[in-house]
T-cell receptor, first 114, second 113 residues
Framework: GAVVSQHPSWVICKSGTSVKIECRSL??????MFWYRQFPKQSLMLMAT?????????EQGVEKDKFLINHASLTLSTLTVTSAHPEDSSFYIC??????????FGPGTRLTVL | KQEVTQIPAALSVPEGENLVLNCSFT??????LQWFRQDPGKGLTSLLL?????REQTSGRLNASLDKSSGRSTLYIAASQPGDSATYLC????????????FGTGTQLKVEL
């Protein structure tokens, strides 16, 4: 149980394009989903927290107009990187939890912006 | 602001050795603490979750302890195996902060034959 999937697992795009990453909780309803970013050889940094049906809460220093988060249902959250640039290349990982309890992590999405 | 540090940053041990990974945090007002394993280029695998009211958790060859007052946690791995080679991350959940996790810097473990 408690499986979280992400799609796509990797994506390469040209600079200036937008990329959407999906995060799904497969066997439970997640009241809260979290989005993290991990640069090479660094730890995970929380980007934002999203609750179903409400606006995401972004961490300090994260541009909300750059990283659009939508949490339309209890099993799906999406992260859209708008007008991506090479510095946005990173490993993006989502997690899902029930009522702010233990977080279950997805397998991650590797984004490369050329 | 919570800061989480892990020592050592890297560790190489021969197979069969028992080892301890350390995690320290600056703010003792935590909700819980989790230990994760991350293989290269992969997501996170949860190993152990310790609630703030608990002092330790065990799963198989793994034992994690928590000392909130001193801001420390340790992950003990018994009889290490080459398959244990990975990066180990500890993460602290904020009390009263929706359990947002602050991750440590990680310990890269290599278990050699």
């Amino acid at each position: 149980g408690a499986v979280v999937s992400q799609h796509p697992s990797w994506v390469i795009c040209k600079s200036g394009t937008s990329v959407k990453i999906e995060c799904r909780s497969l066997d439970f309803q997640a009241t809260t989903m979290f989005w993290y970013r991990q640069f090479p050889k660094q730890s995970l940094m929380l980007m934002a927290t999203s609750n179903e049906g409400s606006k995401a809460t972004y961490e300090q220093g994260v541009e909300k107009d750059k990283f659009l988060i939508n949490h339309a249902s209890l099993t799906l959250s999406t992260l859209t990187v708008t007008s991506a640039h090479p510095e946005d290349s990173s490993f993006y990982i989502c997690s899902a939890s029930i009522d702010y309890d233990e977080q279950f992590f997805g397998p991650g999405t590797r984004l490369t912006v050329l | 602001k919570q800061e989480v540090t892990q020592i050592p940053a890297a560790l190489s041990v021969p197979e069969g050795e028992n080892l301890v990974l350390n995690c320290s945090f600056t703010d003792s007002a935590i909700y819980n603490l989790q230990w994760f394993r991350q293989d290269p280029g992969k997501g996170l695998t949860s190993l152990l979750l310790i609630q703030s009211s608990q002092r330790e958790q065990t799963s198989g060859r793994l034992n994690a302890s928590l000392d909130k007052s001193s801001g420390r946690s340790t992950l003990y791995i018994a009889a290490s195996q080459p398959g244990d080679s990975a990066t180990y991350l500890c993460a602290v959940g904020r009390a009263g902060g929706g359990n947002k996790l602050t991750f440590g810097t990680g310990t890269q473990l290599k278990v050699e034959l």
